[in-house]
T-cell receptor, first 115, second 114 residues
């Protein structure tokens, strides 16, 4: 059981370039999330999904797009990277329902630098 | 709006001393609460969680936290710090029926001195 995996682990982009971050989970979770982590700001939610084919905006969605074509995968896209998007990106998956407490399981992160 | 505040971005304790990391939340409805730990260059790992029921919850590695509704707090404690506890700790809160979304605090970096 690999849990939540993220690809790639590191990436350097030039301003204006595009890229896609891939998140995969093998726990059959319905919910998936993309966060960014910046010093002193904790984790901030970018986009999330409550099921295959659905996505919704989080706290800081501007400049990002997502897709959830398969239940196990959640893709985060940057169409035109900006230096302000330099960050560590975390994917998480979770289970829903009162009895299951909305616990989230995190991937190892992707460190992105935009120059 | 819901928010989570962690008091103190850096906390330093001596090995064997009490660890106390503070977390306060604001929410108009009862939340569910988590503490996560992040070791350098790794993802977040769940320490413990409060959903309903007993207000004192025990987690991994000897940590525990108490939900105090009257104080809107969920402070994390450990009686005796170990060098391996050095990490960043995040408090998070969520509200039922909102897509499982969590709001995270700013994080507290714990240093443990020999």
């Amino acid at each position: 059981n690999a849990g939540v995996t993220q690809t790639p682990k590191f990436r350097v982009l030039k301003t204006g370039q595009s890229m896609t971050l891939l998140c995969a989970q093998d726990m059959n979770h319905e919910y998936m999330y993309w966060y960014r982590q910046d010093p002193g700001m904790g984790l901030r939610l970018i986009h999330y999904s409550v099921g295959e084919g659905t996505t919704a905006k989080g706290e800081v969605p501007d400049g990002y797009n997502v897709s959830r074509l398969k239940k196990q995968n959640f893709l985060l896209g940057l169409e035109s990277a900006a230096p302000s998007q330099t960050s560590v990106y975390f994917c998480a998956s979770g289970i829903s329902g009162l009895a299951l407490s909305y616990e989230q399981y995190f991937g190892p992160g992707t460190r992105l630098t935009v120059t | 709006a819901q928010s989570v505040t962690q008091l103190g971005s850096h906390v330093s304790v001596s090995e064997g001393a009490l660890v106390l990391l503070r977390c306060n939340y604001s929410s108009s409805v009862p939340p569910y609460l988590f503490w996560y730990v992040q070791y350098p260059n790794q993802g977040l790992q769940l320490l413990l969680k409060y959903t309903t029921g007993a207000t004192l919850v025990k987690g991994i590695n000897g940590f525990e936290a108490e939900f105090k509704k009257s104080e809107t707090s969920f402070h994390l404690t450990k009686p005796s710090a170990h060098m391996s506890d050095a990490a960043e700790y995040f408090c998070a809160a969520g509200v039922y029926n909102q897509g499982g979304k969590l709001i995270f605090g700013q994080g507290t970096e714990l240093s443990v001195k020999p």
